[in-house]
């Protein structure tokens, strides 16, 4: 039992791989629209490309959501409109005006008798068909034809004899012209304020009777037999021949996705989502070893991918006229701010192929959020200035439109038919990717990762950290300045994440702090204390300050990124003046004695680091520094570095190289105040 806890404890990385691996296949798979992939891809408008297309099976041509809709339209029409009688309303009419000409006290009983005669007989008038409510008026046409229900009797009723609020006054003045202008004005006084609409639309009923004649519609028009010709090679795809492919698209889907394969379909959904997770999983182990062996990292582009195609799914089930809205973009921008531009389109590719399962027109959909991709990562940089963003995703934004505005002119064939909602949607689109720096913030949190806006931050030299290296190892403290804005250019200059180096830069010797007095840079008295130890102790003294500063910059929680460029400033080099000094008294020294443990650097910002960092100290050693002596330092210096296989696994090019080199000895000129000497 003790074994087997200790191979999980020993295994555990593994094992929390493999199993959000497996998380994640199954929640991408759930996600996946449940109906099966149609094997043939055409367009309208456009030739189709495979062989004779015959019927494998019978189905029926199924009418087009316009010829659907346009028969319900006529339906809606032609459906005869309900309206609720409520017979209770006219007895309290009656009742209510009858009671308040009674308490009438300055009138007769005679001219009371008379009012309340009049006063009925025009009531009895009103509400002979009904009197409509205001808020059902627009619910018919004058000439329409209308059903009343009383209880449950049912009268065909023409619309225009119901009594709207609108025509009262002018009833009752028509309809009370005869009578002595005093008994005219009460009687509509009274009348106008009891009066109440006893006709109102019944929605329901109505409702439920339009849904009917619905049900009764045929969604086919047609049928075609099994084997009969659908469509020839090369035929264009419109009209008729359009309609029975999309029919049969519908029949083949709905045959495919039945009960008895629907395991199968499941199955091989699985293994294609299985095989884009895995070739990431490989590009980590291959060339991102660093972030494959920290699952946090792992688990942050696997869920970031999965959060990706969940906000797409629930687009797309909502209304898929959406679908562009989705900023997309966010992932290859949030990548590169943490990790590289290389990942950062590579998971990019992998996540839009996954989405090419669920969107409609996949093709147009991958190849547009590819090439949207592209441009993110070519052009967002420098995440900590808004105009930069503002001005990257504008650009985003615009290749969006182009290329779906290509793709438009391409299907219909002109300008004509463009879709000019989709222009909105991608400007939304593009509004939404300014949450990209929410996504950046909140995931630093979340995961404790470090991007360029903390990295700003962490080069500010008021720190606490660099204020102590700056007391206690001055010298130290100006050497990583120097070399801090020599790897800055040099980054700027091949195109690498110069803030990130520039940072790394100076925080790469704070190990130097225990022990400062024993790196020359510290010794402004004259005083070499290694002149009283032996050159093996001087050596695990400069050695040490590897180790020393990983252990500050753990105890300050500087990020990993930046504790690399201390892991790595040195890589496996030899403290070769030790070195040398040990071999003359004992000629078979161990030569790891005097060799950094590494590891060498993995990145273009970390080599940059070796490079600068050691032409930075050596240069300090010329006497008498001319534009050729620093020359040829330079060159020797990376060159030895680069024969000692140091930049192996930093993907550097040897022109970066060189491109690197020409800054250093520009920027040591400068330093120095030279000029290149030339021939007379």
Not at 364 to 384: D, K, M, P, Q
Request: charged content about 20%.
């Amino acid at each position: 039992m003790n074994d087997l806890i200790n191979k999980l404890y020993k295994n555990n990385t593994v094992i929390y791989k493999a199993l959000l691996f497996l998380i994640t296949v199954i929640a991408i798979v759930y996600l996946f629209p449940k109906g099966g992939q149609f094997k043939y891809d055409f367009r309208q408008g456009k030739p189709w490309q495979y062989d004779n297309l015959y019927a494998p099976f019978d189905f029926a041509i199924q009418k087009t959501t316009e010829e659907i809709e346009e028969e319900k339209n006529e339906l809606k029409n032609s459906s005869k409109k309900y309206f609720v009688v409520d017979t209770s309303i006219k007895e309290e009419v009656t009742h209510s005006f009858t009671n308040q000409v009674k308490s009438i006290d300055s009138l007769s009983t005679n001219v009371i008798r008379d009012l309340i005669r009049q006063g009925e007989k025009l009531i009895n008038k009103i509400y002979v068909y009904g009197f409509l409510d205001d808020a059902s008026i627009d619910k018919a046409d004058r000439e329409d034809v209308i059903v009343l229900r009383k209880g449950n009797s049912i009268d065909d009723v023409l619309f225009s004899r119901l009594v709207q609020s609108k025509d009262i006054l002018s009833f009752l003045r028509t309809n009370t012209e005869g009578l002595q202008y005093y008994k005219q004005r009460l009687l509509i006084n009274y009348l106008s304020n009891n009066l109440r609409p006893n006709v109102t639309y019944d929605y329901k009923y109505s409702e439920k009777e339009l849904n009917e004649r619905f049900q009764g519609i045929s969604y086919a028009k047609g049928k075609v037999s099994k084997g009969e010709l659908i469509i020839l090679k090369g035929d264009i795809v419109e009209g008729r021949k359009y309609n029975v492919l999309k029919s049969y698209e519908v029949a083949s889907s709905s045959r495919i996705w039945t009960k008895s394969n629907y395991y199968w379909i499941v199955f091989g959904y699985t293994i294609l989502v299985a095989l884009a997770l895995l070739m990431l999983l490989l590009f980590l182990e291959r060339y991102r070893f660093e972030t494959f062996n920290d699952n946090n990292k792992v688990t942050f582009i696997f869920f970031n991918i999965f959060l990706m195609i969940f906000v797409q799914t629930m687009v797309v089930k909502y209304n898929s006229g959406y679908l562009y809205v989705v900023p997309l973009s966010i992932l290859p921008i949030v990548l590169k701010a943490f990790f590289d531009a290389r990942l950062g389109l590579f998971t990019h590719v992998l996540t839009v192929l996954l989405l090419g399962f669920i969107v409609p027109n996949s093709f147009e959909f991958i190849y547009l959020h590819i090439i949207a991709g592209i441009v993110t990562i070519l052009t967002v940089s420098e995440l900590y200035k808004r105009a930069s963003l503002f001005m990257s995703i504008g650009q985003i934004t615009l290749i969006y439109m182009v290329t779906y505005f290509a793709f438009s002119i391409l299907k219909e064939g002109n300008a004509d038919k463009i879709n000019w909602m989709y222009f909105g949607l991608f400007a939304a689109n593009g509004l939404l990717s300014f949450l990209a720096v929410f996504f950046i913030y909140f995931y630093e949190k979340l995961f404790g990762l470090v991007s360029d806006v903390t990295l700003l931050e962490l080069s500010n030299t008021n720190s606490k950290l660099l204020r102590d290296l700056n007391e206690k190892a001055p010298g130290t403290f100006q050497h990583s300045m120097q070399v801090a804005n020599l790897a800055e250019a040099a980054a700027n200059e091949i195109g690498a994440n110069s803030m990130l180096v520039r940072t790394g830069a100076l925080y790469h010797d704070i190990g130097k702090m225990v022990k400062p007095m024993y790196f020359t840079e510290n010794q402004s008295t004259g005083v070499n204390p290694h002149n009283d130890l032996l050159p093996v102790d001087s050596a695990r003294i400069i050695l040490d300050h590897v180790i020393n500063g990983i252990e500050i910059a753990k105890k300050y929680k500087l990020p990993d990124r930046i504790i690399d460029f201390i892991r790595t400033h040195h890589g496996t080099s030899v403290t070769y003046y030790f070195y040398k000094q040990e071999q003359e008294n004992n000629p078979d020294v161990d030569i790891q004695k005097f060799q950094y443990q590494g590891p060498i650097p993995f990145s273009k910002e970390t080599a940059i680091l070796m490079m600068c960092d050691a032409a930075e100290a050596a240069s300090k050693s010329l006497k008498n520094p001319t534009a050729q002596s620093i020359d040829v330092l330079i060159d020797r210096i990376i060159d030895k570095q680069k024969n000692d296989n140091q930049f192996i696994n930093s993907d550097i090019t040897f022109r970066e190289i060189e491109k690197i080199k020409k800054i250093i000895k520009n920027k040591l000129m400068n330093i120095y105040h030279l000029r290149v000497e030339y021939p007379e």
